[in-house]
């Protein structure tokens, strides 16, 4: 009897203590590139965006989420491993894989730590996935399992990633849905001319287009089976791709769209309005799929947020970005930004690598027009030399156009976030801080070199057409 009786007991354990503890989920990846958050779901009336805004409904939009750099190489190096990029010393972009170092000792990529955990990843890559991998350091030991939806085996645990090229340029636009481009709310650093107009129209008809094959992974996704006991995270990689917006330490170069959809326990809302770093996505990836978060990533799981510390302040860096090389770091916090730009003898505008310079319509707009005295103060602004130190109340100026890093009413403000980002280099170890090496240097000096050489008459082209427009 005692034996039956135990047996019994076994049972009714197991059927039932399994609600008390959760069973782990798979996670999808759906990354977009150079995206802020200009999608129907975050308010921009002038792009349709029915696959993302349903994801919305369906789960929780984040609407203070930010990446660690503003370009793609530097944020996919954080949050490929949960660590700050300047922590790893993987900090520049486009450094020749010679010069790449290894991870640190002890630091692993998410998928590295998800397959030494029996999960099975995948890196898609089909007509709407380029399987994308761009990191500034050695990627041994960081491939994934498969490239195909049809290689995971449902019934197992799964951490899958689908990289969108889009809305990077070259923008693809959708004719049969056209925005206008006279109804755009252009930022006040922008002149309203026809060139920039056109540039952001393009940009939002992309977004479009990246929507559509949103839709086109979801459905993949559901006809497999694969949606089944599984979390599905939207996110970007770093902010729009626009000048004063890319490369640089504004909430326009760093602030992300993320959603998350059948992750419960996150909020009580549909709206998550706390700070994130993409960084604490990692950990919670890992939280989500049941797998132990190494106690040195400075990453923090969101993941059953209710009695867990709050973010009071996100950070962020630039280094050497192709041939610029702007060393700048930043603290945000819900309402303040402060930025120190260690290498502020340059405008924002002349800061632009040769690439921005053959793509960015922008870029010869604000040129042209400061030759003429044609700019606004705000625009001007942009054609000068960066200030060493800026300071936004972002609350009361969304686009951080006000620096009052001078006005008296805020010298506690600046002396606190000052001292707040120095502790933060020292405690995570800025190598961004210590000199290049010479190979580094020369290096860097070679690709700018051989990159303003290629995009030579590109520039020349598109400055060309940004002239006849004017």
Known sequence: MNYYYSILIGLLILCFGGYAQEKPKNVIWLIAEDLSNDLGCYGNGLVHTPNLDGLAKQGVRFTHTFATGAVCTPSRTAFSTGMYQTSINAHHMRYPNSLKNELPEGVLTLNELMRRNGVQTANIRNSYGNAKTDWSYKSKGSHFDYSKWDQINPDKPFFAVVNFHLTHRKFVRTPDRPVDQNRINLPPYYPDREPVREDWAAYYESIQKLDRLIGNALADIRSRGLDENTVIVFFADHGRPMTRAKMFNYDSGLQVPMIVVGADGITDSNVYPELVSLIDLTATTLDIAGVEVPKTMQGRSFYHANGKELRKAVYSASDRIGGTNLKSRSVRTSQFRYIRNYHHDLSVNEAATAYRKANHPIYHVLKELGKRGELSPIQEALIKPMPE????????????????????????????????????????????????????????????????????????????YVLEKL
Do not use: C, H
Not at 390 to 395: N, T, W
Not at 430 to 446: C, L, R, T, W
């Open 389 to 464: 130190e800026e300071l936004y109340d972002i609350v009361n100026d969304p686009y951080e156009t006000n620096n009052l890093i001078s006005d008296k009413k805020y010298v506690k403000i600046a002396k606190k976030l000052r001292k707040q980002l120095a502790d933060w280099q020292k405690e995570t170890i800025d190598y961004g801080m210590m000199k290049d090496s010479e190979s580094i240097v020369n290096a860097f000096e070679q690709y700018r070199s051989k990159s303003a050489a290629n995009y030579k008459q590109k520039q020349e082209n598109l400055r060309t």
